[in-house]
């Protein structure tokens, strides 16, 4: 793991790099809060372990910057201090602080605190990998329904067109051959063609509106309601 040291005394960064080189990180050290600053900005350091008092930024306001920038990656930060009592330790979690280690450190202290923070580091990169996940999912699946979505609407475009098309062509040529004289029988005959293709004409239209239409209410499908009027075939198509 990548940590950064940030500490002004020399000897307190070299007794913090031999301990988490042994831990297995790879460490950058730097010896004041304005370096710490420009390292961090320039590199990925999953783990900071900074002195509280420091030249020119310290540990809080380097921790508040920190946690200003926002990254995707956390930052899991340590203050090493020499401070106690309650209120220095709140104003350092509110900065932005997740430990504390106590100056003069013990390096078992200073190695349970450092697991610590590697478990919580995994479970933070965990999360992130799994809402990345989650996030393509639902790309991919927002992909798929709009693309079902404009397959389903020229399918009906193209199901519109080819079954009233057809229809539309024998009610006009039927309305043609009402305009000529007729017998009784042929008159009947006729009507009850431009009655039965009125009929499924209207039906084509109900079948066509159902995938736009709100599924609570289909009432638009009672077979009893009016079927709207034809146009002639100079309308027609």
């Not at 990254?71 to 979690?93: C, D, P, Q, V």
């Not at 100056?103 to 992130?128: M, N, Q, T, W």
């Not at 079954?163 to 009402?178: A, D, K």
């Amino acid at each position: 793991m990548k940590t950064l040291i940030a500490d002004d005394d020399e000897v307190t960064r070299m007794l913090l790099s031999a301990a988490l080189i042994k831990l297995g990180h790879e460490v950058h050290e730097a010896k004041d809060g304005r370096e710490a600053w420009e390292a961090w900005q320039s590199g990925q350091f999953p783990l900071l372990i900074s002195d509280w008092m420091m030249p020119d930024i310290d540990g809080l306001e380097f921790c508040r910057r920190l946690r200003a920038e926002g990254r995707a990656g956390y930052t899991y930060i340590i203050l090493l201090t020499s401070r106690s009592g309650k209120s220095n330790f709140l104003e350092a979690m509110t900065a932005g602080a997740d430990d504390f280690i106590t100056k003069p450190f013990e390096k078992d202290a200073l190695a349970a605190r450092v697991r610590v923070a590697e478990r919580i580091l995994g479970l933070h990169e965990s999360l992130r990998a799994a809402n990345s996940d989650l996030e393509r999912r639902v790309r991919e699946r927002t992909l798929e329904l709009e693309t079902a979505l404009r397959a389903k609407e020229q399918l009906l475009a193209r199901a519109s067109h080819e079954l009233r098309t057809p229809m539309n062509h024998i009610l006009g040529f039927t309305q043609l051959l009402e305009m000529d004289a007729l017998t009784e029988s042929q008159s009947s005959s006729v009507q009850q063609i431009l009655t039965s293709g009125e009929r499924l004409l209207g039906l084509i239209d109900r079948i066509l509106a159902v995938p736009k239409s709100d599924p609570d209410d289909l009432t638009f499908l009672d077979s009893t309601q009016s079927i709207p009027h034809i146009p002639s075939l100079v309308a027609a198509t």
